[in-house]
């Protein structure tokens, strides 16, 4: 006799509490208050005898990451925006972008009236696909963006060389990977520049926020001004309530900045990343195995990862559930059995509800350009079938204690043995 599923009424396979996600340290307090106390809330503020929380959030993230240049900025999508335009990437321009992610990783191209040139990903990872990549690449492909998404990171040895090959700049998007390191080296440090968010569920936040992080000085002054309205940071503090941000110009800027609230938790969320990092990995290892044992197929990674970050746990699922349309339907029920919300993955770029290029006048820039953009246009199979037979669960789930990995896999089980009745 099967047990009734919870969400036709039946008992729940697991009844307590998930973590919570954020979590906040003594640290944050702590920080917040002292940027209220300070009198400087933002660094187009007047300087206040210490250097910035935003220009600390810069040098503790780039000494993390292993890079010499951080600038921290509003947002994810911010922060790809500022990468492009160091990269002198604009207006006509072809964009590579990898057809499954989150719609940011299109519309900040779109954003700056470039055209996103959505392209199929691998099969195991649902990240760019180097063989599709050289197919999509033209003499107008300005820039390759690059995502690691989910669990997994993208093939970078041979993205790099395909990018290198060409002269193509290769951006990285860092947004689902903050602490993943592929070859030994922290991601995002593989192409001209990493990008990103610290938007609420990802692995460091502070409710919104952002980075841009790379090897060179040139860019990194291009990627300051753009974030500042055209300034940058003086090299020797001002005097106190003076401005620490010297209008230079040397590129005009749009105002990227991240405020010193947002900077002052997240050097104290950064704190803590590494140890939260630990008890996801081995939390999903043992999850691996249980759902391997029944089954199911969690999200491989790319040759040449050595430390993933899990910002989505994604489990591709069994055929026969994917034909029968189930996929929703199982997520639906095991988000019941486990009372935590369980998605479907986002649909392939081309079919995305959330990315409308025609819904926003400022891109009605003629007709070649309306057609470039055109999602229809794409033929994307990997990607719809990636995106059509996974589901993702949110990494707070990795928090919990290593038992609660048993109830996760118990639930899978549960809901696969009713899928017919689900599916009836
Ligand atoms: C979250 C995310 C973004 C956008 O970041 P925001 O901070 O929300 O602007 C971009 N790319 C990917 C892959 C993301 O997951």
């Known amino acids: 006799m099967l047990k009734k599923l919870a969400i036709h009424g039946g008992a729940a396979v697991f009844n307590g509490n998930w973590p919570n996600w954020p979590q906040s340290t003594e640290n944050t307090r702590r920080n917040i208050d002292a940027v209220l106390s300070n009198h400087r809330w933002s660094i187009s503020g007047q300087y206040r005898g210490q250097a910035s929380w935003e220009e600390r959030f810069g040098q503790v993230f780039a000494a993390y990451t292993g890079t010499p240049f951080c600038i921290p900025s509003s947002t994810g999508t911010a922060s790809l925006t500022m990468a492009l335009e160091a990269c002198e990437v604009g207006a006509h321009d072809e964009v590579i972008v990898p057809g499954v992610s989150w719609v940011a990783s299109a519309s900040a191209v779109l954003g700056i009236n470039a055209i996103p040139v959505l392209t199929d990903v691998e099969p195991h990872t649902g990240c760019l696909d180097p063989v599709a990549l050289e197919r999509a690449i033209t003499p107008r492909t300005r820039a390759i963006t690059v995502v690691h998404l989910g669990s997994a990171l993208a093939n970078m040895n041979r993205l790099v060389a395909i990018a290198r090959a060409r002269s193509i700049p290769l951006i990285e998007d860092c947004a689902?990977?903050?602490?993943?390191?592929?070859?030994?080296?922290?991601?995002?440090?593989?192409?001209?520049?990493?990008?990103?968010?610290?938007?609420?569920?990802?692995?460091?936040?502070?409710?919104?926020?952002?980075?841009?992080?790379?090897?060179?000085?040139?860019?990194?002054?291009?990627?300051?001004?753009?974030?500042?309205?055209?300034?940058?940071?003086?090299?020797?503090?001002?005097?106190?309530?003076?401005?620490?941000?010297?209008?230079?110009?040397?590129?005009?800027?749009?105002?990227?900045?991240?405020?010193?609230?947002?900077?002052?938790?997240?050097?104290?969320?950064?704190?803590?990343?590494d140890e939260q990092l630990a008890l996801r990995r081995s939390n999903a290892a043992v999850l691996d195995s249980l759902l391997i044992s029944l089954g199911f197929s969690p999200q491989a990674t790319a040759p040449g990862t050595t430390a993933r970050s899990y910002y989505t746990y994604v489990v591709r699922l069994p055929q026969s559930v994917v034909e029968t349309q189930g996929v929703e339907r199982f997520a639906a029920a095991l988000a019941a059995e486990l009372r935590l919300p369980c998605k479907t993955m986002y649909s392939a770029l081309n079919q995305s509800p959330l990315y409308k290029p025609f819904s926003r006048k400022r891109f009605a820039l003629g007709k070649a350009f309306a057609d470039a953009v055109d999602p229809s246009r794409y033929q994307l199979p990997i990607a719809q079938a990636f995106s059509r037979s996974c589901i993702a669960l949110p990494h707070r789930m990795l928090l919990a204690d290593t038992d609660a990995m048993g109830h996760v896999a118990a639930a899978f089980e549960k809901v696969a043995g009713a899928i017919d009745d689900l599916c009836a």
């Open 176 to 273: 689902q990977a903050h602490g993943a390191r592929y070859a030994d080296r922290h991601v995002g440090r593989f192409g001209t520049a990493g990008t990103f968010s610290m938007q609420h569920s990802k692995l460091l936040t502070s409710g919104e926020g952002g980075a841009v992080i790379t090897d060179d000085a040139a860019l990194a002054r291009r990627l300051a001004h753009l974030r500042a309205d055209g300034r940058t940071l003086c090299v020797q503090p001002p005097g106190m309530d003076e401005m620490a941000l010297v209008e230079t110009a040397e590129i005009m800027g749009s105002n990227y900045c991240l405020s010193e609230f947002h900077a002052a938790i997240l050097v104290a969320q950064l704190e803590v990343l």
